[in-house]
């Protein structure tokens, strides 16, 4: 019987740290969406790669991946 509720009281921690995990993450999503509605309504760039900080020398969106050629 002891072993039963110091597992179940494991598993309700563990389900706690887990539900936590995804309050946060869902609230960073809602503030993504939030942030890319905004976006879509000013008229800026949708996509965060099409901002112009993101283009590489020949004008082109930069694909993020690996060291820029110089």
Excluded: Y
Excluded at 4 to 11: A, M
Excluded at 42 to 62: A, H, I, L, M
């Amino acid at each position: 019987m002891e072993k039963t509720v110091t597992s179940l009281s494991r598993q309700v921690d563990e389900l706690e740290r887990e539900a936590a995990d995804l309050r946060r993450e869902n609230g960073w999503l809602k503030e993504i969406v939030m942030l890319r509605t905004r976006r879509l309504t000013s008229g800026g760039p949708v996509n965060p790669s099409e901002s112009p900080g993101d283009q590489n020398k020949t004008g082109q969106p930069d694909s993020g991946k690996g060291k820029q050629r110089q």
